[in-house]
């Protein structure tokens, strides 16, 4: 059997552009994701047993203040990073701000 020489091509332009975490089910897992359908109703959301994955496309945010609110107690980015089984993307982790940016060099940080 032949493989459609197209079908690798296809594959990774469907995938160019998409980010995405893993993050393993708890409390504050739960209010990261439900901040993410609140900021980011575009994003993908699948529960698989005992971990969320979440995906979307160019960029996924994630703001430790909004996520606290949301939770009911400080959540800090290393409590997030502890949360976090895995990602796809570049990371940036800031004061308060975790980013998952597609583009190698996202335009905040262009001159």
Known sequence: MNASPTAPAEEST???G???I???ASGDTEAAVEHVRETQP???IDFRDCFYKVERDDQLSFTMADISEIAGRDIDTDI???NMSTYYGRIV?????IDIFSDIRPDRFKD
Not at 93 to 97: A, K, L, M, Q, S
């Open 14 to 16: 469907a995938t160019k």
């Open 18 to 20: 998409r980010v995405g």
């Open 22 to 24: 893993s993050l393993m």
């Open 42 to 44: 575009d994003a993908t």
């Open 80 to 82: 997030f990073l502890v």
């Open 93 to 97: 982790v800031g004061d308060g701000r």
